[in-house]
């Protein structure tokens, strides 16, 4: 079942709540409530769409805010509190320990340590990231990049719910691939969080019918590409991420604050190539830019598409030296077979199960499942 956290702000600097709500919109939490001051929380509290978090900023009178927040979080056990404050001081600690406070946060906050609390929290509640988000990346025009999302989608759907999402922003072809008519897109969905949810996403994404492939398509305007932005997709992948087993995302090789959001986003960053040199040459740049931005080297994954025995414009041990990285995967060249499923509106591993390009793409699908038994079977 869906769960929507959502949370209360207790601060006494306006501008302080604000930027917390921004930080917590990125996770997705709406912020229901701010209040200046502990004393609005028990009628808050007390109401049937109460929050299940509270972060309260103690300062600047840290003692007397404990005080007055009291025996809430024991009378509130399904509620989450956070205490904040610049005093660390050992009595505060265990008072707060002792009312049952869930997390204490020092200030200035560490945003690695409060987003693993949000984290914490969240799978608590049920409402934690459970997908796994797949991101491809073509490194050069038509090397294949949406042939292996959509593909590797449709495979996925096999093993859990599966929702694509076309961030080929101007040029995409998810929704062609896969013959829908969406009547909203990603550009839809980029609302304030408190209007991202679960019904608006229901309206936004086609089901695929054969595959059972949720597809979320590029804007239809190119104009509405503009309403694309990086808080907006951080938002978004982390909704999908509760929602569903696997996000794919079929991407553009770039860096721009929407990219590097699901760069960080996703569990496994794929980079689609063809062994030809102006591909190598950008898969290596890319890498590089993965590298500097701290993405960890399990977390990048190359793989060639059109791969064909002999022949091949650069040999594929060239490649891998160049990266610093092996090459996880080759789909085999089968030109006839591609177009076809690309005319016909049907992936290939649906249309042409029985091919040597399918058997490789759900053998793919099923490596970056994460799910220890199909990956050894890839
Ligand atoms: N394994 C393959 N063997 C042969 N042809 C393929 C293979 N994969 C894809 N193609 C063909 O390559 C062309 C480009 O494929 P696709 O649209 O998936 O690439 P892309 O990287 O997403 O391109 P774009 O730059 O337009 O986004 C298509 O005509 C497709 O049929
Ligand atoms: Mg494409």
């Not at 997908?131 to 490194?139: K, Q």
């Not at 060239?318 to 177009?339: C, H, M, S, Y």
Request: charged content about 20%; glycine content about 8%.
């Amino acid at each position: 079942m869906f769960v929507q956290l959502t949370c209360a702000i207790v601060d006494a600097d306006a501008a302080n709540r604000q930027e917390l709500a921004s930080f917590l919109a990125r996770f997705g939490i709406p912020v229901v409530a701010q209040l200046n001051g502990p004393d609005g929380l028990p009628s808050l509290l007390g109401k049937p769409e109460a929050p299940q978090l509270v972060i309260v900023n103690l300062d600047p009178n840290a003692a007397a805010a404990l005080r007055a927040v009291g025996s809430l979080p024991r009378q509130y056990p399904g509620v989450s509190f956070f205490m904040m404050s610049q005093v660390l001081d050992a009595n505060l600690l265990m008072d707060a320990m002792h009312l049952g406070v869930k997390e204490f946060i020092p200030l200035p906050m560490s945003e690695e340590k409060f987003t693993a609390a949000i984290e914490r929290v969240s799978q608590s509640n049920g409402a934690g990231k459970k997908a796994r988000v797949v991101h491809v990346v073509p490194t050069v025009g038509g090397c294949g990049s949406t042939t292996i999302a959509c593909n590797v989608a449709a495979s996925l759907a096999k093993l859990g719910k599966t929702v694509l999402v076309d961030m080929d922003l101007m040029r995409g072809g998810v929704a062609s691939y896969f013959d829908t008519r969406p009547r909203f897109t990603i550009a839809d969905v980029m609302e304030a969080a408190d209007k991202l949810d679960k019904t608006l996403l229901d309206n936004a994404l086609a089901i695929h019918a054969a595959s059972g492939v949720a597809v979320l398509a590029r804007p239809d305007l190119p104009e509405d590409t503009q309403r694309v932005t990086g808080p907006g997709v951080s938002r978004l992948l982390s909704l999908l991420g509760r929602l569903f087993d696997f996000v794919v995302v079929d991407s553009a090789m770039s860096i721009d604050p929407i990219y590097a959001a699901t760069i960080s986003a996703a569990d496994v960053n794929l980079l689609t190539m063809q062994l030809n040199v102006p591909s190598a040459k950008n898969a290596e740049r890319f890498v590089g830019a993965m590298r500097r931005m701290g993405v960890e080297a399990s977390k990048i994954k190359i793989v060639v598409n059109r791969y064909v025995k002999k022949g091949n414009d650069i040999e594929p041990e060239e490649v891998e030296r160049a990266l610093g990285l092996k090459i996880a995967w080759t789909v085999p060249n089968d030109f006839k077979t591609a177009i076809a499923a690309i005319n016909f509106g049907e992936p290939v591993v649906i249309r042409a199960p029985r091919t040597e390009m399918s058997t490789s793409l759900i053998a793919l699908a099923h490596g970056l499942s994460g799910r220890p038994g199909k990956a050894a079977a890839a």
